[in-house]
């Protein structure tokens, strides 16, 4: 099992270093660009194996879990099987992942895209390995339903985000150059949102709530600069009810068993991260 990681993560590796090769070598002692000298896609290297629980627990590991029992009933796959399955999916998350640090910013977006799709290669390549070609075909035809309905969900809260934005401003009567103003200000709110989950990450409730009470006392103070009392009062007014509609559909879709696996969960209450006239995010 040990063999097949390496070879695995050498895989990928190998794909993304093809897909996200820069016109200029990066130099042996910088961390950019994947494959560069850090190690942490040289196959053989401590640095190549990332460490990773054997267990995942929460929201996201109720999901992983019922995402990985369909996949097991829809290719008919063994218990063997699925356990090399499941390395495959981890060397393909770690290379998106690795991907998308070496690439951040909007400017290196079709990077990102690229090196994402070397990756769902390189997991086709390694599954042909153990799998029937049925059983390869099941699998990306699931993957794809998956990554379908992400997509959606994504296009569908952009456009929510935007609606909501736009009669926010028109009712609060928002002039132009304050809608460019606070447009900046929550996109750069939901940024911050994002990057704290991994940085709260092992944080008790309580810790959590009060970093996020911090973040939301922050944008408060920049959004106060931008608008009028009358219309601050309507912002917070207007960004408690985002909140809490969000909770109400996180709520219901993990009542139906529909969790995603990412995004803002049910004690979440993040600084700007409920609405906004746009979410250049493009995680998988």
Known sequence: MKTLRIALIALCAAALVSACKKEKKPDPGS???VGS???ATKPGTAASQPAMKKHRRGRRGRWMKRRMEALKAAAKLTDEQMTKVAEVMKAERHAKRAARKANPGPENKEKRKEARAAARKASEEALKKFLKPEQVAAYTKLRDEWRAKRKARREARRKRMKEQ???FTKEAKLKPKQVEQLAALMKEARKAHRS???????????????????????????????????????????HEKMRQDRRKRWRERRGAGGGTGSGSGGDSDGAGAAAGPD???DNE
């Not at 944080?203 to 601050?232: G, H, N, P, S």
């Open 37 to 39: 000298a850090t190690g």
């Open 165 to 167: 934005f736009d009669a």
């Open 31 to 33: 961390a950019s660009g």
């Open 279 to 281: 979410d250049d995010s």
């Open 196 to 238: 704290s989950w991994r940085k709260m990450k092992g944080m008790d409730r309580e810790a959590r709530k009060a970093k996020r009470k911090e973040m939301r006392d922050a944008m408060d103070a920049k959004v106060k600069k931008v608008l009028d009392d009358k219309q601050f009062t309507a912002y917070q007014a207007w």
